[in-house]
Nanobody, 115 residues
Framework: QVQLVESGGGLVPPGGSLRLSCAAS????????MGWYRQAPGKERELVAG???????NYADSVKGRFTISRDIAKNTVYLQMNSLKPEDTAVYYC?????????WGQGTQVTVSS
């Protein structure tokens, strides 16, 4: 069993920045894949950024150059640094982890980009 707890969401004006955190209940080394997804109202959940099983990273085209995923293994935490935010980035952001054949999700954190 894995618990994932997100934090760091909020209201930010266009062009602003936020950093999301995802704290895992076990070593993130043991989680094969971790990433951030988002879901906007009326839209499907989509991958924003993630670590691959080989240790690399991948990003949605819409966030490349603006978002950065990182991790602190000692803190069992994954981060998503979001810069140059746009209104279309407004969504609930979810942390995801894959462990022993199961997908685990956090409760989500709301990000709203608006003036």
């Amino acid at each position: 069993q894995v618990q994932l707890v997100e934090s760091g969401g909020g209201l930010v004006p266009p062009g602003g920045s936020l950093r999301l955190s995802c704290a895992a209940s076990r070593s993130i080394f043991s989680l094969n894949v971790m990433g951030w997804y988002r879901q906007a109202p009326g839209k499907e959940r989509e991958l924003v950024a993630g670590f691959t099983s080989g240790g690399g990273t991948n990003y949605a085209d819409s966030v490349k150059g603006r978002f950065t995923i990182s991790r602190d293994i000692a803190k069992n935490t994954v981060y998503l640094q979001m810069n140059s935010l746009k209104p279309e980035d407004t969504a609930v952001y979810y942390c995801n982890g894959y462990y022993l054949g199961n997908d685990y999700w956090g409760q989500g954190t709301q990000v709203t980009v608006s003036s």
